[in-house]
């Protein structure tokens, strides 16, 4: 048997098995192998059963001297129940749907049983123990040890793949380690033939830490190795400096209505020194909602402007790049630098009568880009229809990204592929190597921008280091939104406030997680009992306020008709708008004074903060609610149902008294983890299974021993990361 070996050549691997082993990605030794276990058991000491302690994890040696099987109707299950004993006394057994083990265990086995303890009627019991029966002469793999449990799906069993796993584990001495020796060495951890057949089989919980360790470290190294690529690659790139111009920024600043806080003038200095270098800059500029970041970003473009070089600002809807247009329309109208608008369905440029003439959009788009591409258009605002329409720029300064972290994958992938910008893809969030930038050409400065908090023990292990700049805080003169998580009795209590609200004014937001139920969705479990848009239009403008403008809106929703909603919302024609997370980013209505959210536990911390900031946006004093249904359950992998509504009050409570985005963000990271709180886009990028956050230590070791390393000298480890790209991608 080899590495490279089928799994069909194992025992008992049959066409069926070699199907479902298949399903889990598993089709030769090795890839055997590479499936870890993701949990343990530890069944390493047998009890006397006389010694059981309740709520303990067993082993128990017995003889079976009972055994028998009834069909419950109530819950449509066969149970089986048993009663086993060893020299010091008796234990009952008992297993929920499993009838097929009246046919593989009988009366007088010996038998090996592991499971927690707990007393019913009979008296003490296991139940629905693992078993395996005690043969003479043969070792017991299943229970009396640290069992390791794989991640599986239906159709194969823990026994089974553990049973292959045994067969393979040996092969594992000729797994080669990726890492070089000297590198291992400072480690100080062990090979990674030796982690592998301990992750399967440990004999001692310290066999379970040390394996462990080094597959963290694996995947924490992988990453830091190909933040270190990226970050060379962009070294090797040129870009044009931007120098600080003091007089050119200072005429600007007269133009606000307000001065710059500190915060704002630290990150805005943070800038210019990047820009004022010959290479690219890359940096995040991360702020709470309403910081003030588009000031920031519309300050340093100005500068770009002023020395003759263009600026593209990017956002991911177009509700979002029309309010960009419109504030840079306002910023820049009196000086000699058209802006334009550029979206799927949108093609306009401030102050161009001739744009105005033109009869269709493909007309009004070659237009756009003609200009552009001669560098008479200066200022290009929009969607990511700037990058994927074959735009031309003469003379790029500048790239803006507003609200990174929400571009999609595929947007993604897009600005990662047009190198038209040269553009550094670490920007984007998603780590990429470019290979070969072009030489001759000059890359554009890099600003991203997101509200979303990245927590530094994140940022370290996404980006390695990424150059970030913080606005802290907000400008003067807000007032703190209040938040109220309310009681399912004083809804009616919260619509009277709202009608208040409305009277004395002011504009409301409902946001609900579903647009509607589709038969698509009805079919998914957790779905059933969602608010969703259009039937919380319908009882609101029917029902509770049809005196009342209620309007709503959905991502799905034609552009033209989102536009126009806004539009709408923006002059004080609606009252009510309904929607879904399409708020979310950036939409900017002063005049709303409360965020009604339906179903709040579904959403994250981090995303529930960003529908708060859509309120309190101006001198009014706000309001965010927060309804939840307390009922709802979630099936868990076992098969139970679970009750969480402890666990998402307690994450609603504390959004409740915390109005600090990077709190929040923390708080969510330690509980749900990355995938939940930036989405599966970003963390699934960094494909940890053993390795998370937390592991601060071993991310520092990873990020010391790739910083400056030299990649010539070490053709493995460059390899090891483009396999692992590649991975990613298949995804
Ligand atoms: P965000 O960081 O969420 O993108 P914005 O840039 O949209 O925030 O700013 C929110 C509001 O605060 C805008 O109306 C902006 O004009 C205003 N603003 C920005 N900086 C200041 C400041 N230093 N003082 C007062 N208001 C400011
Ligand atoms: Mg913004």
Not at 202 to 231: H, W
Not at 265 to 284: C, G, H, S, V
Not at 569 to 580: A, R
């Amino acid at each position: 048997m080899q590495l490279k070996s089928k799994v069909s050549q194992l025992n008992r691997v049959g066409k069926t098995v070699e199907k479902q082993l298949n399903k889990l990605g598993i089709k030769t030794v090795r890839d055997l192998l590479l499936y870890y276990p993701f949990r343990y058991e530890d069944y390493s000491k047998v009890e006397k059963i006389a010694n059981l302690e309740v709520g303990k994890q067993v082993t128990i040696k017995a003889e079976i001297t009972k055994l028998s099987s009834r069909y419950n109707p109530r819950t449509r299950m066969v149970i089986v129940e048993a009663e086993v004993a060893d020299d010091s006394g008796v234990c009952n057994l008992i297993w929920f749907g499993q009838r097929f083990i009246i046919k593989v265990l009988k009366t007088g086995d010996w038998v090996n049983f592991s499971g927690k303890v707990s007393v019913n009627k009979k008296g003490i019991s296991l139940a629905s123990p693992s078993y395996e029966k005690i043969r003479a002469g043969f070792s017991t793999a299943h229970t009396a040890r640290i069992v390791p449990i794989y991640p599986l799906t239906y159709g194969i069993s823990q026994k089974q793949l553990r049973f292959l796993v045994s067969q393979v584990v040996g092969e594992s001495t000729n797994i080669a380690d990726w890492l070089p020796d000297d590198i291992l060495e400072k480690t100080g951890l062990m090979q990674l033939n030796e982690a592998i057949s301990k992750i399967h089989f440990p004999v001692s919980e310290n066999d379970i830490e040390t394996a462990k360790k080094r597959l963290k470290f694996d995947e924490l190294f992988i990453l830091q190795l190909r933040a270190e690529m990226i970050r060379q690659s962009l070294k090797r790139q040129k870009a044009s400096r931007i120098e600080f111009d003091k007089d050119v920024v200072k005429k600007f600043l007269e133009k606000l209505s307000f001065t710059l806080t500190d915060a704002q003038k630290i990150a805005t200095w943070e800038i210019f020194q990047d820009m004022n270098k010959a290479e690219p800059m890359n940096r995040l500029l991360q702020g709470d909602v309403g910081a003030g970041k588009t000031v920031v970003a519309a300050i340093c473009a100005n500068s770009a402007l002023e020395k003759g070089f263009q600026v593209i600002v990017m956002a991911p809807t177009e509700v979002l790049a029309s309010q960009h247009y419109e504030s840079f329309v306002s910023l820049f109208k009196d000086g000699k630098n058209n802006v334009c608008l550029y979206t799927r369905s949108k093609a306009e440029i401030h102050n161009d009568n001739n744009i105005g003439h033109l009869s269709t959009l493909v007309k009004k788009k070659n237009y756009i880009g003609e200009k552009i591409r001669k560098g008479e258009l200066k200022i290009a605002i929009g969607t990511h229809a700037l990058l994927s329409e074959n735009l031309v720029f003469k003379n790029l300064g500048l790239v803006v990204v507003d609200e990174q972290q929400r571009f999609g994958v595929e947007q993604r992938r897009l600005i990662r592929q047009k190198n038209i910008y040269g553009l550094p893809d670490a920007s984007v969030g998603m780590l990429d190597f470019q290979t070969k930038p072009a030489a001759s050409r000059k890359s554009a400065h890099f600003l991203s921008m997101t509200a979303t908090p990245i927590p530094r023990s994140l940022a370290l292990t996404l980006y390695g280091d990424l150059d970030v700049s913080i606005i802290r805080g907000l400008p003067p003169g807000r007032k703190k939104i209040i938040t109220r998580l309310v009681a399912k009795n004083d809804r009616t209590k919260a619509y009277d406030f709202i009608r208040g609200q409305v009277k004395q004014g002011r504009q409301i937001f409902v946001i609900c997680p579903l647009v509607e139920i589709t038969e698509d969705n009805i079919l998914k479990f957790d779905q059933l009992d969602k608010k969703n848009v259009l039937d919380e239009y319908k009882k609101l403008s029917e029902k509770i306020f049809p005196d009342l403008k209620v309007a709503y809106m959905y991502g799905k929703m034609k552009p033209v008709e989102k536009s126009a909603i806004m539009e709408k919302m923006n002059k004080g024609e609606i009252d009510i708008l309904v929607s879904t997370s399409v708020v979310e980013v950036g939409v900017d209505i002063p005049n709303a004074s409360v965020m009604v959210i339906e179903d709040a536990e579904r959403f994250g911390l981090a995303q529930l903060h960003q529908f708060r900031g859509r309120v309190g946006r101006s001198v009014y004093q706000s309001y965010c609610f927060l309804f939840t249904q307390h009922h709802f359950c979630v099936k868990n992998g076992a098969g139970f149902t679970e009750n969480f509504s402890q666990k998402s009050q307690d994450r609603l409570k504390f959004f409740e008294k915390n109005n600090d985005g990077f709190k929040l963000a923390e708080f969510d990271l330690a509980q749900r983890g990355p995938g939940e709180v930036y989405g599966t886009a970003q963390s699934g990028i960094m494909n940890l299974k053993f390795a998370s956050t937390r592991d601060i230590d071993l991310i520092k070791t990873a990020r010391q021993l790739a910083s400056g390393i030299d990649f010539s000298k070490y053709p493995s480890l460059k390899e090891r990361v483009k396999e692992w790209e590649s991975g990613m991608h298949l995804e």
